[in-house]
């Protein structure tokens, strides 16, 4: 899985989710999850900022080699900000 996706293929992270899951990772599993459903939000929906704050939460204390290989868009070493449709700060 890791190799698709470090070669662009996207569409093998909710697999490796599954994957993650059965090999009894819900921990990283949890994690691919919940940025899928980032992803497909934009900025401006209601629900994104607590979804990122999610995805955020969820990828605390995973090590950083793996989330260098599975985040997207890249996480590591960028900063998101700005406000939702509430006018919060994230």
Same mark, same amino acid.
């Not at 955020?56 to 989330?67: D, K």
């Not at 985040?71 to 509430?86: E, F, K, Q």
């Given at each position: 899985f890791l =190799? #698709? @996706?470090d070669d662009g293929d996207d569409a /093998? &992270?909710?697999a490796y989710a599954d994957w993650l899951l059965d090999q009894g990772d819900e921990a !990283? *599993? /949890?994690f691919l999850r919940a940025q899928e459903v980032t992803r497909r939000l934009t900025h401006r929906r209601r629900c994104f900022l607590a979804a990122a704050r999610e995805v @955020?939460? %969820?990828?605390?204390? &995973?090590? &950083?080699? $793996? &989330?260098l290989r599975v *985040? !997207?868009? !890249? %996480? +590591? =070493?960028? +900063? $998101? #900000?700005?406000?939702? *449709?509430?006018g919060d700060y994230y």
């Open positions: =190799n #698709a @996706i /093998a &992270l909710p !990283r *599993s /949890a @955020i939460a %969820l990828g605390t204390g &995973l090590p &950083l080699g $793996w &989330l *985040s !997207r868009p !890249r %996480l +590591v =070493n960028t +900063v $998101w #900000a700005g406000t939702d *449709s509430h």
